[in-house]
């Protein structure tokens, strides 16, 4: 059972880790345009050759 | 899809774009300048889709000297930056000539204030979910090794979640706290106070219960509480921004530019905000005025269809006034400020409006009314099962922690769910029926509806005259006739083109302000216009009717009618079937108000209402106890939108009125039974889910006030509490296509 030792802050670092790139992409305003950036996906950005 | 039917050339392929016609305002005005490179910021309206998206940035993309442009799709606000000598607005006419609506936008410290309280409210729900999540998989551990678990791992375990849960509460819970130390000070309560008492106590106990080795510890059902509730609040301020960006777009149409004429005869762009009284004004043909004026100099017909419902155009010339939000159909006239914009009908109008909707905001909704039977209810249950315990000679260990379970398990997570999902799910089926909803609370107040008023103009009919009989013309009269009516900009002319079809316009078209067109056709002198213009007998002729004629040949007679849109006569039928009262209140004459509103079948109509008499028509229906609902599109309609209990404006209103309104549509009036019965289904699932809410207290009261919430009863009964309510609102969605 000594492995929960390692085991448990192994799994709140990856929970933490998962927590901070969700706090980034709120604060860089990726949830600003939820309907535009469905589309933008789409859009061909090359220029036919 | 009905919108699919009739799709435009222009604009948004949704059909959503209200093109509009008013030669704007100078947009060098409002260019920002750092350095070397220049930006400016525009309001897009019309732009719905992602075809919408990726032509007007590629478009502006394509500009000489763009280095960015990039467009926000959920709120039209469009960013373009460019270096190099780019006219500014060449760059709102390209989006102009894409087909939407264009307005340098308007600068507010607020938007970024609501942005950040967003923000802030989706960080703490993360934040909330990610310490419940992880506490919960501790608490599952403890739950599982019930009785065989050793006293010091079960105690590690519970001392791990509460040093998650401590951080997070504090990071998560200061919004409930604060605002409930602010209500408290003031003497009063509100939700907030239950969810802080619970939470704090909640923490409190188990700290305890861990520094003893308890078994029970309740760190996993205060974090929940706190994810659950978030996510209520945040659903709630997404709404609320988003009528708050809809309130930005009245803002940006005032936020123009004006020609004015200075002393020495100099034309200078300036912003609206900066005309005073006594400036001298031009108004270039096609442009919309944006202050009251006197004319000074010049004669062309006005279209004062936005801010009188008139749907004809009338002859000005020096002397007469002009009233802000009339749009030059002819000849440039030069005018005189009579105020600023600050104290011009349009602020008027806007000012009427605010005051409607602060009346309007005092509306209670049915949200707050459960909270208010709610928090003394759980207090009060709370107290007594601590005295209860108490008397009942328990210690007062026991007696603390039976009164906490029992705030936990009555705190309000379905409760605070239960309004805002039953909203967002109803919005989101409108929203892809082409309402665009402007406030949570609006679907309350529509569902309680008894009485409908419709404006005429734009919102019954098109607002646009149609030639009639097309076919009784003889072809090569409407030809010609047509080609002259290429040259003006009067929406009979325009009536007579669209029924013509394309053609080519004649030569040297003189146009004469109120009276009609001159042209040599074939070395013989046409005109058309009104009967004295073209020599025609007078007669009492009833409605809009033209006249033309060709060197010595007899008149001949266009006759014009602004009809009901299709389809409408059956929306009629439909909602007087469903037993709401309706009438017609318009501010045009009364022959085309009584013809239109016999042809849709309602009896009841007003013509040549003004602004003032809308707005009286209205309070007295109030006074008769009737919930109204508005439908206008006009300047003229907006302050009685304002007032009405709610309101709704179609698309291709004026700005000001789809401010004023509750929802704006694309389309026809087919869309207000939809709406109406939108909103009643979900008004009916918000009923039923605070019902559920109720149903799941008069369970879960009796087993947390006689001690038998453990943890685990805690976490399954407030999951599946707002889990069946989530689930319930989705029904609005699955009810509508059966």
Known sequence: MEIIIYLIPVALCLGAAGLAAFIWSVNSGQYEDLDGASYRILEDEDKPL | ?738
């Open chain 2, 1 to 738: 899809m009905s919108m699919m039917a009739d799709p435009l050339e222009r604009g948004c392929p949704s059909g959503l774009a209200p093109p509009t016609e008013d030669r704007a305002s100078d947009f060098s005005a409002f260019v920002r300048e750092t350095g070397r490179e220049k930006a400016l910021s525009l309001s897009v309206r019309g732009a719905k889709c992602g075809g919408c998206l990726s032509k007007i940035e590629g478009a502006l993309q394509a500009l000489p000297g763009v280095t960015a442009a990039r467009m926000n799709l959920s709120t039209g606000a469009t960013d373009v930056r460019w270096t190099g000598s780019l006219d500014p607005n060449r760059v709102a006419q390209t989006v102009r000539d894409l087909g939407y609506g264009v307005s340098a936008r308007a600068e507010a410290n607020d938007a970024d204030l609501h942005k950040a309280e967003e923000r802030k409210l989706l960080v703490a729900m993360g934040v909330a979910g990610f310490a419940a999540a992880n506490i919960m998989l501790l608490s599952v551990s403890v739950w599982g090794g019930h009785g065989e678990m050793g006293e010091a791992t079960r105690r590690g375990l519970h001392a791990i979640s509460g040093l998650i849960a401590l951080p997070a509460i504090i990071f998560s819970g200061r919004h409930f706290f604060s605002s409930a130390w602010s209500v408290l000070r003031k003497g009063k309560a509100n939700m907030d106070v239950p969810i802080s008492l619970a939470v704090i106590l909640a923490f409190s106990v188990s700290v305890w219960a861990t520094i003893k080795g308890a078994e029970h510890a309740y760190f996993d059902a205060c974090v929940m509480l706190l994810f659950f509730l978030l996510i209520g609040r945040f659903l709630d301020a997404r709404l609320r921004r988003r009528a708050y960006s809809a309130a930005l777009d009245l803002a940006s149409l005032q936020n123009r530019s004006v020609n004015r004429l200075s002393a020495n005869g100099e034309v200078n762009a300036v912003r609206a905000a900066e005309v005073v009284a006594g400036d001298k004004l031009l108004l270039a043909a096609g442009e919309r005025a944006v202050v009251d004026m006197t004319i000074l100099d010049g004669a062309s017909e006005i279209d004062e269809s936005l801010v009188t419902g008139e749907s004809l155009p009338r002859l000005a010339s020096a002397g007469s006034t002009l009233f802000a939000g009339s749009v030059n159909l002819g000849a440039p006239l030069t005018g005189q400020a009579l105020a600023g914009t600050e104290d011009s009908l349009l602020s008027d109008i806007a000012r009427m409006m605010e005051a409607g909707e602060q009346r309007r905001s005092g509306y209670r909704k049915i949200a707050d009314r459960a909270v208010s039977l709610y928090v003394p209810f759980v207090h009060t249950t709370a107290a007594l099962a601590f005295l209860g315990w108490l008397m009942l000679g328990a210690g007062v260990e026991h007696a603390i922690m039976i009164a906490v379970t029992t705030l936990i398990i009555t705190c309000p997570c379905a409760l605070a769910l239960a309004a805002p999902v039953a909203q967002v799910v109803a919005s989101g089926r409108l929203f892809r029926k082409g309402v665009f909803l402007k406030s949570g609370d609006a679907l309350e107040r529509l569902s309680e509806i008894d009485h409908i008023v419709f404006d005429k103009t734009g919102t019954l009919t098109l607002g646009e005259p149609e030639l009639m009989d097309v076919d009784s013309i003889p072809a090569d009269i409407l030809v010609m006739a047509a080609s002259l009516a290429r040259a003006s900009r009067h929406p009979l002319s325009r009536a007579l083109v669209a029924a013509a079809g394309p053609g080519h316009m004649a030569a040297n078209v003189k146009e004469q302000p109120g009276l009609g067109l001159e042209a040599e056709i074939d070395g013989k002198i046409c005109r058309l216009g009104s009967a004295d213009w073209t020599g025609a007998p007078q007669d009492a002729a009833k409605g809009p009717v033209l006249w033309f004629t060709c060197g010595d040949d007899a008149p001949v007679r266009f006759d014009f009618r602004d009809t009901a849109q299709a389809g409408t006569r059956k929306t009629v039928e439909t909602l007087q079937a469903k037993g709401y009262e309706l009438e017609v209140l318009s501010g045009d004459r009364e022959e085309a108000v009584a013809a239109v509103s016999r042809d849709v079948g309602i009896n009841r109509w007003t013509a040549s209402a003004s602004p003032a008499v809308k707005v009286k028509r209205l309070e007295a229906l109030r006074a008769e106890g009737h919930n109204v609902l508005m439908v206008g599109d006009g300047l003229n309609d907006a302050g009685a939108l304002s007032l009405a209990h709610a309101a709704l404006a179609p698309g291709t209103a004026m700005d000001i009125s789809q401010s004023a309104s509750d929802a704006v549509y694309s389309g026809g009036p087919e869309k207000v039974p939809f709406i109406l019965e939108t909103a009643k289904r979900a008004q009916n699932i918000t009923r039923q889910n605070f019902g559920l809410a109720a149903i799941y207290n008069v369970i879960a009261v009796p087993i947390a006030v006689t001690g038998h919430v453990t943890p685990l009863v805690a976490a399954i009964a407030m999951s599946a509490s707002s889990l069946i309510v989530t689930l319930n609102a989705l029904r609005i969605e699955a009810g509508g296509r059966s």
